[in-house]
């Protein structure tokens, strides 16, 4: 099992280093390969915990000794980062649009999708709530999260992919809580977002305004996080809530070929994504909170994850190309909706 999460991030502040952008963790002396894993902002400890696991696995098959370097921010930062220059081998998002961005600008397989089981997502997570400790204001479901008086935060669907699931999260949500009346559906997303008091630019930043400076009644984030959070500042500080209703976020992972090629690290950036797929790295993700395939180890934490209907975006809104021109673009719905 992985380590408290308040220690892994203290380990992780002393390996860390600041660099484009994010963040890249900088390797203590040279090894014989070297691999560089884009990632989001906040998968900093999951990857502290699972890097070390694959360098073993990867040395007794191989024999090398393996260093792993690490970029961290929002996932479209990081995309961006790769195509003005960044040297990543491999991208394990937390949004199918940030990868495909890379396979449009063929540094990405066209079919990466297909390239790895369960559409190349390892695991997935769904967007909960975190609350103060006895739910003070009685939050169950999205339709709480709108009502007068209570004060919300979650990053910016602007610049974050999990502010984008939250956003359209709220919204398929109130699809079916209206069915589907439009008028009423954007009321609801005008007052839910008019309680939004911060808007980070990516996950970590609003965990720091929710639980450091303590803004807000609810804090909205991947379940795997709020988890994680409840963990490291305790249970009797903080509740989860998985509402009923809610999005299936998934985690794409991918090759960036051209970097990997160029780098002497196809096999080995092919090999690290797959390990993901194994009994023990997916024994580690749920750890983290994460919702994983392994049939045995989902039985294992089952008692961990409670039932909840599960949207797709294709399903709500046709897919991420048609979500993002509809909803993030330049004058659409969440432009529209916050000139209130």
Do not use: C
């Not at 390239?115 to 769904?126: E, G, I, K, V, W």
């Not at 939250?166 to 009423?184: C, I, S």
């Amino acid at each position: 099992m992985p380590l408290p999460l308040f220690l892994r991030r203290s380990v992780l502040t002393l390996t860390l280093a600041s660099a484009m952008t994010a963040g890249i963790a900088a390797p203590a002396m040279a090894e014989d390969r070297e691999l560089l894993n884009s990632s989001y902002d906040i998968a900093r400890e999951l990857f502290a915990t699972l890097n070390p696991q694959f360098q073993q696995h990867w040395q007794a098959e191989h024999g090398d000794n393996l260093s792993i370097q690490q970029s961290h921010g929002g996932s479209s930062a990081q995309a961006r980062a790769i195509l003005q220059g960044l040297r990543a081998d491999v991208v394990t998002y937390n949004q199918v649009t940030d990868v495909q961005v890379l396979a449009d600008e063929g540094l990405v397989a066209a079919d990466w999708q297909d390239q790895l089981p369960n559409n190349a997502s390892p695991y997935y997570s769904t967007t909960a709530f975190l609350v103060r400790k006895g739910n003070p204001l009685g939050i169950d479901s999205w339709d709480d999260l709108a009502a007068e008086d209570v004060e919300l935060v979650f990053p910016n669907p602007k610049t974050s992919g999990n502010g984008r699931y939250t956003y359209l999260a709220a919204w398929g949500a109130a699809e079916r809580m209206f069915d589907g009346d439009e008028d009423q559906v954007r009321e609801f997303m005008r007052n839910f977002l008019g309680n939004v008091k911060v808007f980070d630019t990516g996950g970590r930043g609003a965990t720091t305004s929710f639980i450091e400076r303590g803004i807000g009644d609810v804090l909205i984030s991947f379940e795997s996080e709020v988890n994680n959070i409840r963990e490291e500042y305790g249970s009797d500080e903080y509740d989860v809530v998985v509402p009923p209703v809610s999005i299936l976020a998934e985690f794409p992972v991918a090759v960036v070929e051209e970097n990997a090629e160029r780098n002497g690290n196809t096999d080995l950036a092919q090999a690290y994504l797959e390990y993901l797929y194994s009994e023990e790295a997916q024994r580690t993700l749920a750890g983290f909170n994460y919702r994983v395939h392994d049939e045995k180890v989902v039985e294992e934490f089952a008692d961990r994850f409670p039932d909840t209907e599960l949207f797709e975006v294709q399903e709500v809104f046709g897919g991420w190309p048609e979500a993002m021109e509809t909803h993030f673009a330049g004058g659409g719905e969440l432009d529209q909706l916050q000139r209130r």
